[in-house]
């Protein structure tokens, strides 16, 4: 399998910083690191996201192929991130930038933190995905993976300020993404499946961020069919999830959660089952 050229950028999560508290007393403590990251395609500039920087590379390639302006790894030769002038050179194949001219026409500023974007016809792509209706997810998974992303070593816990998005195969975390906006989370995890070749069908997503439309569409993109969140659903979100046949789980606490849409999924566990038909 073809791999682009990949810089390996370590930078700063975290800075320490002085504050007061009520009492008047100075403190040290820890905030998450923001960062302009700007995107150029054979040295020409498509965007600049807002990042804290930990999967700069897969943040890249999970934006391009996010936007639909890259189909295939192969039109990807290189990534090179360099923070010293916060810039991201992507060398590529030349007919991505004609995909990007022409998704330019089109552009939607989406419900994302840090304002999110989306460029070109947001449903283009939308009703050639239906996701696998056989997909099926024990309900002693799902509550397995919520407590997995509570215990995970996090920025949040450290600093708070930064959504984490992580993506399971069954109740084992295979890649966990914190950022100041929980779309460049979902970016940079696209980016690492794509790198990794992994189909999503067999995956579930969780985010701590609420459930929109653009993470449904983002999730559906990857092939996911379970998309799941400590947070709340929006209408559109609930509606695209409808449209792509995606399973939606929100406000997830410990055993506790709500089955927005694809109920006949999630295979209660045998206690369930027994306690309901006693």
């Known amino acids: 399998m073809h791999r682009p050229l990949l810089s390996h950028s370590s930078v700063p999560l975290v800075t320490e910083v002085e504050v007061v508290d009520e009492l008047g007393r100075k403190k040290r403590i820890h905030i998450p690191g923001e960062r302009p990251l700007t995107i150029f395609v054979?040295?020409?500039?498509?965007?600049?996201?807002?990042?804290?920087?930990?999967?700069?590379?897969?943040?890249?390639?999970?934006?391009?192929?996010?936007?639909?302006?890259?189909?295939?790894?192969?039109?990807?030769?290189?990534?090179?991130?360099?923070?010293?002038?916060?810039?991201?050179?992507?060398?590529?194949?030349?007919?991505?930038?004609?995909?990007?001219?022409?998704?330019?026409?089109?552009?939607?500023?989406?419900?994302?933190?840090?304002?999110?974007?989306?460029?070109?016809?947001?449903?283009?792509?939308?009703?050639?995905?239906?996701?696998?209706?056989?997909?099926?997810?024990?309900?002693?998974?799902?509550?397995?993976?919520?407590?997995?992303?509570?215990?995970?070593?996090?920025?949040?816990?450290?600093?708070?300020?930064?959504?984490?998005?992580?993506l399971f195969r069954g109740d084992a975390l295979l890649m966990f993404v914190e950022d100041v906006g929980r779309h460049n989370a979902v970016d940079a995890i696209a980016g690492w499946m794509w790198l990794n070749n992994l189909q999503g069908d067999d995956l579930v997503f969780y985010t701590t961020g609420r459930l929109t439309s653009e993470m449904v569409i983002k999730g559906a993109q990857m092939g996911i069919p379970f998309l799941l969140s400590r947070s709340g659903v929006t209408n559109m979100g609930l509606d695209m999830a409808k449209r792509v046949g995606l399973t939606l789980v929100g406000r997830c606490s410990g055993q506790h959660f709500l089955i927005y849409h694809g109920a006949e999924r999630i295979v209660p566990s045998a206690v369930d089952v027994a306690a309901v038909t006693s």
């Open 42 to 166: 054979n040295k020409q500039e498509l965007v600049t996201l807002m990042t804290l920087g930990g999967e700069p590379e897969a943040l890249v390639l999970g934006w391009l192929r996010n936007q639909r302006l890259i189909q295939s790894l192969d039109d990807v030769l290189a990534v090179q991130v360099d923070w010293d002038v916060g810039a991201a050179a992507v060398t590529a194949r030349p007919e991505v930038l004609a995909l990007w001219k022409d998704a330019q026409q089109q552009r939607t500023v989406t419900t994302g933190c840090g304002q999110g974007t989306i460029f070109g016809d947001v449903m283009a792509d939308i009703d050639s995905i239906q996701l696998d209706p056989q997909a099926r997810l024990p309900q002693d998974t799902l509550v397995a993976v919520v407590g997995a992303i509570r215990t995970q070593p996090s920025i949040y816990k450290q600093a708070g300020s930064v959504h984490g998005c992580g």
